[in-house]
């Protein structure tokens, strides 16, 4: 599954997602948090297993739309969705700080954020296979073409979902078992 997901499309994805993100937690203005008291009980960092999974399923499924409208909707979500994790990531570490957020977040954010990034990797599949297509090999897109990159993108975000399962389970039982 993983000979579906072209690397450098990948590598391209993750490093545009992080530089929004970082961009978004440093323009952050945190100087308004006192204590993290508000953040506790918020219902952001509350839910049960298919309250997350749902979030974020639906968050991958919108970064996959790009697969119909040329990947314009998946850089749009994709940018949208990198200044959200840099901003939330910015707000933890003001309110918690780096350690204590690290600590919560780090069995299941790099999971979650990686299959945010395959979705939006696999929203860009066909739209720059074809690019691909056209400006490297020189060649014609052919609906041979663009049914193997819409079924390579396909398998990717199949990965993509997976993850976001895995993490989605880790992340509820994590939140479970602090209520105790």
Not at 2 to 29: E, I, K, Q
Not at 60 to 65: C, G, Q
Not at 111 to 117: K, N, P, S
């Amino acid at each position: 599954m993983l000979r579906s997901v072209p690397m450098g499309l990948l590598l391209g994805t993750a490093a545009g997602m992080t530089a929004v993100a970082w961009a978004a937690y440093a323009a952050l203005d945190v100087s308004w948090i006192a204590d993290n008291a508000a953040f506790e009980e918020s219902s952001l960092f509350s839910g049960g297993f298919l309250q997350i999974l749902m979030r974020n399923a639906g968050a991958a499924l919108v970064l996959y739309s790009g697969v119909v409208t040329l990947g314009l909707t998946t850089l749009v979500a994709g940018g949208i969705l990198a200044l959200y994790v840099g901003a939330t990531v910015s707000l933890g570490v003001h309110s918690t700080g780096v350690a204590q957020l690290a600590s919560d977040v780090a069995l299941y954010v790099p999971l979650e954020f990686g299959g945010l990034v395959l979705a939006a990797t696999a929203g860009l599949q066909p739209a720059c296979g074809a690019v691909r297509l056209v400006l490297i090999d020189r060649d014609k897109i052919s609906l041979a073409s663009l049914h193997r990159d819409f079924a390579d993108s396909l398998r990717t975000l199949a990965l993509a979902l997976a993850l976001i399962l895995v993490a989605a389970a880790i992340e509820a039982t994590l939140i479970s078992l602090r209520t105790i």
